[in-house]
C-alpha cells in the first residue's frame, strides 16, 4: 500500500485519497461466462484512476468493469435525483485501464486508469476526496 507521503511526492492530476475501498472488477472479454473477476481493495483512489490490490497482475491495456464500494458517495452528490441509500448500496462504476502493475509485499498492485464514468458520479467521489482530505489533514 502506498504510504501518504509517497503519495504527496508523486505529481498527480488529481488528489489520491488513500483509503481502502472494496472493489470488484471483470475484466472486459468475450464470452462474458469467461470473464476473470477480482473482489479486492483499494489503495487509494482518486477522480481520475484507482490503485487495486490484486494476487496477481494484469497487462497493461487490460480493460476492466469497476464496481468500487464507496460509503457515503450520495451524500456528495449535488443533483436533485440524490438518493439516500443504505451505505452498503452506495457503488462507484467505470470502466478502466490497467496502466501499470507491480510487485508489494507478497500481492500486487495496479493502477487503473478510468475511462468512462458518470460524470455526476465523478463529482461526487471529487467532493468526498476533498473533504476526507481536509479531515486528515493533506
Request: charged letters at 25%; aromatic letters at 8%; a negative charge.
Amino acid at each position: 500500500m502506498h504510504n501518504a507521503q509517497e503519495l504527496n511526492n508523486e505529481k498527480r492530476q488529481y488528489a489520491r485519497l488513500p483509503r481502502p475501498f472494496r472493489v470488484q472488477a471483470r475484466e472486459l472479454v468475450f464470452p462474458i461466462a469467461k470473464q476473470p473477476f477480482i473482489d479486492s481493495g483499494t489503495a487509494d483512489i482518486s477522480r481520475g484512476g484507482i490503485c487495486i490490490e490484486s494476487r496477481s497482475p494484469l497487462p497493461e491495456g487490460t480493460r476492466l468493469h469497476l464496481s468500487v464500494h464507496v460509503p457515503l458517495l450520495n451524500k456528495f452528490r449535488s443533483s436533485f435525483l440524490k438518493v439516500y441509500e443504505n451505505d452498503a448500496e452506495q457503488t462507484f462504476e467505470a470502466i478502466g485501464e490497467v496502466t501499470w502493475a507491480r510487485a508489494q509485499a507478497g500481492a500486487f498492485l495496479m493502477g487503473v486508469k478510468f475511462l468512462d464514468v458518470d460524470e455526476n458520479t465523478v463529482e461526487a467521489l471529487g467532493k468526498l476526496i476533498e473533504t476526507a482530505m481536509d479531515e486528515i489533514g493533506e
